[in-house]
């Protein structure tokens, strides 16, 4: 079992900054991507993607929503994933969700409870 807690999340002005945190840990040798996801007011229980990075590697994705935005990089020593957000707008808010993806999985298998982002306008 892989647990993921997600912190850094607040109020912040359009504008400005917040840096997430995505502390794992459990069987972390397990991983193979670690990926930020996010679930918007009023969007029911859809989750959209806003990046990845491979796990012990440089290898990163991003929506095209956050790209040139968001950061995410990878403290592999503390097992820990970070999303360092940028120049944030009113619709980047939402509950921000780490998941973990296992080697040769095709989806996602674990979540965090997610850490709530609210820009205001």
């Known amino acids: 079992q892989v647990q993921l807690v997600e912190s850094g999340g607040g109020l912040v002005q359009a504008g400005g900054s917040l840096r997430l945190s995505c502390a794992a840990s459990g069987r972390t040798f397990d991983i193979y991507h670690i990926g930020w996801f996010r679930q918007a007011p009023g969007k029911g229980k859809e989750r959209e993607f806003v990046?990845?990075?491979?796990?012990?590697?440089?290898?990163?994705t991003y929506a095209a929503s956050v790209k040139d935005r968001f950061t995410i990089s990878e403290d592999s020593a503390e097992n820990t994933v970070y999303l360092q957000m940028n120049s944030l707008k009113p619709e980047d808010t939402a509950l921000y969700y780490c998941?973990?993806?296992?080697?040769?999985?095709?989806?996602?298998?674990?979540w965090g409870q997610g850490t709530q982002v609210t820009v205001s306008s």
């Open positions: 998941a973990a993806k296992q080697v040769l999985s095709n989806g996602w298998d674990y």
């Open positions: 990046s990845a990075i491979r796990w012990s590697g440089s290898s990163t």
